[in-house]
C-alpha cells in the first residue's frame, strides 16, 4: 500500500508465504517471490495441499510459476498460526487413495442421480465446461 | 550417480545464495539435519572437512563455477584439478557439494514425511525478515493498511489486541526466532518498482476527475473529514496517502486500421512501417455522418442534441474547478455564448417566428434537462429572452410535454430570471396566451393551466407582474400597458374559476400576493369563486 495507496497490489505480499487456490481447484501453498504485471506469480517451496474431510496433505513441488489468470483467490499464511489447525495431516499416500475414494463416491452418486432422473425423463446437460465462466 | 547430480543442479542456482550463509547457520544446518538422521552416513566425516574448508571457499563464486567444473570433471577424469581452486582435492570437492546441497531445503523426502513437524519440509529458513511489521507502534491502530482497507469490525478488534499484546514485550520475545530467509529479495527493487511503473502506466489519465472519479471524490471527501478532524479536536494530522499517477506523455498512436466510409471491411492497402494503414485518405476532425434523404428529423435533433450537451458538461467542468458563479473566464463565456447560439433561440423581435429548432429541442426530455442546466450560466439578457420564448410558446410546449412531464426542471432555473422581467417584456410574454387561436373554442392559457409547469409559470409572471405595479405607482396610470394588463388578470381569472377544479394542476409554488392582486381587478364573487378553486386545487 505504501507504493500505490487505493489499489490493491501484490508487492507488498512478496517473501511471504502465501496459499493460493487455482482455478482448477487445486491449492498451493508457497512462499510468493516474484510477480509482474499480470499477477503472474513464482512461488518457492511450493507444496500442492489436497483436504479430504478433515485430513489433508502435502505433496513437495518446488518451483511453481503460475500463469495470473488461473489464480482465483491467495492470501498470506500467518506462520504463527499456522500449525494452530484442527486439521490432520496424513502421508501423501494416504490422502490420495483418500481423495480417490471421494472422487469415485461422488461419481457414484451422480451415476445414481442421472439414472433416477432418467427414470423420471429429465436429463441434465452435462456442465464439463461451466467451470470455466 | 544420483547424488552427483543432485549437487550438480543445486549447485549454480546456490552460487549467490551462499555467501549469505554465515558459519553458524551451516553448523546449525548440521545438528538439524542430524536430529532427523536424514545425514548420509559418509558425511558425518566430513563435517569437520567442510568447515574449514568452508572459510576458503563459500566466500568465493568462483569457487563454485569451478566446483561445478569439477563435478563435470568427476565424471570423465577424477585426477584434473580444477582450475582456480586452491589446492583442494576432487573428492573434498565433491563433499562439499554434498553439503551445499543440504544447505539447499531439500525438496522432496517422502520418507521423512513427520507429523510432528509439518513446517521442517519448507526447510529450516521460513520466515522473511521484516521486523517493521512486527514493531509496531501504540499510537497506531493499523500499521500496515491504509485508510482504504476496511476491515470487519471482529477482525479490527483482533488486530487491536494483538497489538496491545505485542507492544509490552517486544525485547522480551522475538517474533520472528527464525532466521533470516536466504531467499529473500529474489525480486529486486528494482524489479518491483518496474512492476509498479507499468501498473501506474497503465492508470494514467489525462482528466482523472472523469476516469477515476470514484476514487476523486472519495478521496476529497476524505481529507475534508481530516480537515474538520483537525479544526475540532486532533491535533496530529493524520496524512493519508493519495495514488498520484505518473503522467507519461504518450507516444502518438496512429489508427492502424482506416475505415473509408461506404467500404466493407479493411482497406487493402499497407506500407512498411503499418501494414494495414491507407494514405491519408480518411478526412480529418469530426466526420458529420452524411445522412441521406431518408434521415428523420427526429434523429438530428436528439443528434444535435447531443452535441449540446457535451459543450455543456464542458462548460459545467470548467466551473466546477474555478472560482464560483460571477467570475467566468473569458473563455467559458465565449462557451456559453456559444451553446446559446446554437440552441437558435429566436430573437425577442420575432417570437412569432418558427422558432421551430428550438421547439424541437424543449419537445425531448433531454432537451429540457440541457436549458435547465444551461440557465445558471447565461448572462442575463440572454436568460431573459429563453424565459420569454419559452412563456411565448408555452402552449406548444405544455402539449408536447403531455408524455414527458419534464418541464417541471425548468421551473426552478426560470423562476430566477422572471423577476428581471420588465413590464413591458412581461406583458409581452402574457399577451401571447390570451389569443384565442382559429377554430378552437378554447383560449391557449386553458392548456396552459391544466399544466403543472404552465400553472406555476403563470402565476410567476403574474406575482412579478403585481409586483412591479405596486412598486411603480406610474404603472398605474392608465396607458395601454396597464389596460392590457388589466385584461389579462383579467381573462385569467375567469378561466381559473371556469374550470374545474380538479383539471386546474397544482402549481409547484403559490405565490401570495395573487389573490390581492385578483382582489382588485375583478369583482367579489369571482374572487370568491376563485379563492374556492384555486385553494382546491393547491389542496390536491
Not at chain 2, 101 to 124: E, K, N, Q, V, W
Not at chain 2, 334 to 341: G, I, P, R
Request: aromatic share 6%.
Amino acid at each position: 500500500m505504501n507504493y500505490m495507496p487505493g489499489t490493491a497490489s501484490l508487492i507488498e505480499d512478496i517473501d511471504k508465504k502465501h496459499l493460493v487456490l487455482l482455478r482448477d481447484g487445486r491449492t498451493l501453498i508457497g512462499f510468493l517471490r516474484s510477480i509482474d504485471q499480470f499477477a503472474n506469480l513464482v512461488l518457492h517451496q511450493t507444496v500442492e495441499r489436497i483436504h479430504v474431510g478433515k485430513k489433508y496433505g502435502d505433496i513437495p513441488r518446488g518451483i511453481f510459476v503460475v500463469r495470473g489468470e488461473n489464480v482465483v483467490l491467495l492470501g498470506e499464511i500467518d506462520l504463527e498460526k499456522e500449525s494452530d489447525t484442527p486439521l490432520q495431516q496424513v502421508s501423501i499416500e494416504e490422502i490420495l487413495e483418500e481423495q480417490r475414494v471421494e472422487q469415485q463416491a461422488k461419481l457414484e452418486a451422480e451415476k445414481l442421480k442421472v439414472q433416477a432422473l432418467k427414470d423420471r425423463g429429465l436429463s441434465i446437460p452435462r456442465a464439463d465446461t461451466l467451470d470455466e465462466y | 550417480m544420483k547424488y552427483l547430480e543432485g549437487p550438480e543442479k543445486s549447485c549454480s542456482p546456490l552460487a549467490p545464495e551462499e555467501e549469505l550463509v554465515s558459519a553458524s547457520q551451516l553448523e546449525e544446518e548440521e545438528e538439524n539435519e542430524n536430529e532427523e538422521e536424514n545425514l548420509d552416513p559418509d558425511l558425518a566425516l566430513d563435517v569437520e572437512e567442510e568447515e574449514e574448508e568452508e572459510e576458503n571457499s563459500l566466500g568465493d563464486p568462483a569457487v563454485l563455477t569451478a566446483v561445478h567444473n569439477a563435478q563435470k570433471g568427476l565424471l570423465s577424469s577424477p585426477g584434473i584439478k580444477a582450475p582456480g581452486v586452491l589446492g583442494m582435492s576432487p573428492t573434498s570437492l565433491y563433499f562439499l557439494c554434498q553439503t551445499l546441497d543440504y544447505l539447499s531445503p531439500s525438496p522432496f523426502r517422502p520418507t521423512h514425511a513427520s507429523t510432528s513437524s509439518p513446517a521442517r519440509h519448507f526447510g529450516p529458513r521460513l520466515l522473511s525478515p521484516d521486523p517493521s511489521l512486527f514493531c509496531s507502534s501504540p499510537t497506531l491502530q493499523s500499521p500496515r493498511f491504509s485508510h482504504l482497507t476496511q476491515l470487519h469490525p471482529q477482525h479490527q478488534r483482533m488486530l487491536q489486541l494483538q497489538q496491545q499484546s505485542r507492544t509490552p514485550s517486544p525485547p522480551a520475545k522475538k517474533p520472528w526466532s527464525q532466521q533470516p530467509d536466504p531467499y529473500a529479495n529474489l525480486m529486486t527493487q528494482k524489479e518491483k518498482d518496474w512492476v509498479i511503473k507499468v501498473q501506474m502506466v497503465q492508470l494514467q489519465s489525462e482528466n482523472p476527475s472523469l476516469d477515476d472519479c470514484y476514487y476523486q471524490k472519495y478521496y476529497q471527501k476524505l481529507e475534508k473529514r481530516q480537515a474538520d478532524e483537525e479544526l475540532l479536536g486532533q491535533r496530529s494530522k493524520v496524512e493519508s496517502l493519495k495514488l498520484v499517477t505518473p503522467y507519461i506523455q504518450k507516444a502518438e498512436a496512429y489508427e492502424s486500421v482506416v475505415r473509408i466510409e461506404g467500404s466493407l471491411g479493411q482497406v487493402a492497402v499497407s506500407t512498411c512501417f503499418s501494414p494495414r494503414r491507407a494514405i491519408d485518405a480518411v478526412p480529418h476532425g469530426t466526420q458529420e455522418p452524411e445522412i441521406g434523404a431518408t434521415s428523420s428529423q427526429r434523429l438530428r435533433v436528439l443528434y444535435w442534441i447531443e452535441k449540446m450537451f457535451l459543450q455543456l458538461l464542458e462548460i459545467e467542468e470548467g466551473q466546477k474547478d474555478g472560482p464560483s458563479r460571477p467570475c467566468y473566464s473569458e473563455q467559458q463565456r465565449n462557451q456559453v455564448e456559444k451553446l446559446f447560439q446554437s440552441l437558435n433561440t429566436p430573437e425577442q423581435n420575432h417570437l412569432d417566428e418558427a422558432a421551430d429548432g428550438f421547439l424541437q429541442v424543449l419537445s425531448v426530455r433531454k432537451g429540457k434537462a440541457l436549458v435547465a442546466r444551461l440557465l445558471p450560466f447565461l448572462p442575463q439578457d440572454r436568460a431573459v429572452s429563453l424565459l420569454l420564448a419559452i412563456t411565448h410558446h408555452l402552449p406548444l410546449l405544455v402539449r408536447r410535454d403531455a408524455a414527458d412531464q419534464a418541464l417541471q426542471m425548468l421551473f426552478q432555473p426560470l423562476s430566477k430570471y422572471i423577476n428581471h422581467l420588465t413590464f413591458h417584456e412581461l406583458l409581452q410574454g402574457l399577451q401571447g396566451l390570451m389569443l384565442l387561436p382559429p377554430g378552437s373554442s378554447e383560449r391557449l392559457v386553458t392548456a396552459v393551466l391544466q399544466n403543472q409547469f404552465g400553472i406555476s409559470l403563470l402565476y410567476a409572471l403574474l406575482s412579478h407582474g403585481e409586483k412591479l405595479v405596486c412598486l411603480d405607482s406610474s404603472l398605474e396610470e392608465s396607458n395601454s400597458d396597464h389596460t392590457v394588463w388589466t385584461d389579462i388578470v383579467i381573462l385569467i381569472a375567469w378561466e381559473i374559476a371556469q374550470m374545474p377544479a380538479t383539471s386546474l394542476a397544482e402549481p409547484l409554488a403559490f405565490p401570495s400576493n395573487l389573490l390581492p392582486l385578483f382582489c382588485r381587478h375583478v369583482d367579489k364573487q369571482l374572487v370568491q369563486q376563485l379563492e374556492a378553486t384555486m385553494q382546491l386545487a393547491w389542496i390536491y
